[in-house]
């Protein structure tokens, strides 16, 4: 698993490659909460490289959601497709958190 960042204007995405297993976890973890802790607003985690999620990579996207809930900052996910999407929606996170086929689409859903 490679875990990259860019900035798309005001939005920073995080893009993941591979499976975001339990390999991933503690860095995608510090990764978001060094965000959480510089103030990000805007965040997009893509999803257009990874076939699998696991349960704890989807509590960090959790935990993130719930603190951009406080501080009013906002999160998004991009490029769901495949096993990763079919976990997404077992979990139901598509119940609260904005999930949208491109990084750009999802970029835009934050922006209003």
């Given amino acids: 698993m490679k875990l990259n960042q860019r900035n798309l204007g005001d939005t920073v995405v995080v893009e993941l490659d591979g499976d975001a297993d339990m390999m991933i976890v503690q860095e995608f973890r510090q990764v978001l909460?060094?965000?959480?802790?510089?103030?990000?607003?805007?965040?997009?985690?893509d999803f257009s490289k990874v076939n699998f999620v696991?349960?704890?990579?989807?509590?960090?996207?959790?935990?993130?959601?719930k603190h951009t809930q406080k501080s009013g900052g906002g999160v998004a996910l991009?490029?769901?497709h495949g096993r990763a999407e079919a976990s997404f929606n077992i979990v139901r996170l598509g119940e609260f958190i904005t999930h949208r086929p491109s990084v750009e689409e999802a970029a835009a859903a934050l922006r209003g």
């Fill in 54 to 65: 696991s349960t704890p990579a989807w509590a960090v996207i959790v935990e993130y959601f």
């Fill in 78 to 80: 991009a490029g769901l």
């Fill in 33 to 45: 909460r060094g965000h959480m802790k510089g103030g990000t607003r805007a965040l997009v985690v």
